[in-house]
């Protein structure tokens, strides 16, 4: 068995914290009894709590996958059909009790408190839109240019915000994979429209 040092056991122990308790209640003696580690740590491998926590946010949203299951995604890159896929995906990951999506909910919420963590979390931001567009166009993600990311990676980590808030504060009236599929035909009907 590989041992990991003590940066990579305060992550994987803040990951479960955060699953656990979130973020507003996750204190750093959480971490530390978590990860088996100590308070100096902390501050040694990522200068405060909130930066570890948003670091391990990040690492848990970017363990996630939206590719479906064993035949991953089937429809053609950059159809209504991959859109209407991907989305379903994404919706499925909300679905849950504990859907750590909530986190991210949390965590805007407590912005204003987090200024250290705040260009940590908009880089990510960014990356991660750069992430969807990959998974929807079916290009590698380094292909994709930071034009690209700042414009269309932006619509779709808008869409996804307003996703989470809504499965996070009414799951019944959320839209689907298919609703949000059958919005963006109607959209783009009515742009092409003569």
Not at 59 to 87: I, K, Q
Not at 129 to 136: A, F, N, P, V, W
Request: hydrophobic share 40%; charged share 25%; with cysteine.
């Amino acid at each position: 068995m590989v041992r990991m040092g003590h940066r990579e056991d305060l992550l994987e122990g803040a990951k479960r914290c955060l699953l656990e308790k979130g973020f507003a209640r996750t204190t750093a003696r959480d971490v530390v009894r978590e990860s088996g580690t100590n308070l100096a740590s902390i501050g040694y491998h990522y200068g405060s709590k909130d930066a570890l926590l948003a670091q391990a946010y990040i690492a848990l949203v970017e363990e996630m996958s939206f590719e479906g299951g064993d035949d991953g995604l089937t429809a053609a890159p950059g159809s209504l059909e991959r859109f209407r896929e991907v989305w379903s995906n994404i919706v499925d990951s909300m679905r849950g009790p504990g859907s750590m999506w909530r986190l991210g909910v949390e965590i805007v919420t407590m912005g204003d408190q987090m200024p250290e963590v705040r260009e940590q979390l908009a880089r990510a931001q960014r990356e991660g839109g750069r992430g969807l567009i990959s998974l929807l166009m079916g290009v590698p993600e380094e292909e994709v240019s930071d034009e690209t990311a700042d414009t269309l990676g932006r619509f779709y980590m808008t869409l996804m915000s307003g996703l989470i808030s809504q499965w996070t504060f009414d799951p019944k009236t959320a839209p689907d994979g298919d609703a949000l599929a059958e919005g963006l035909r109607q959209i783009v009907e009515a742009a092409t429209r003569s």
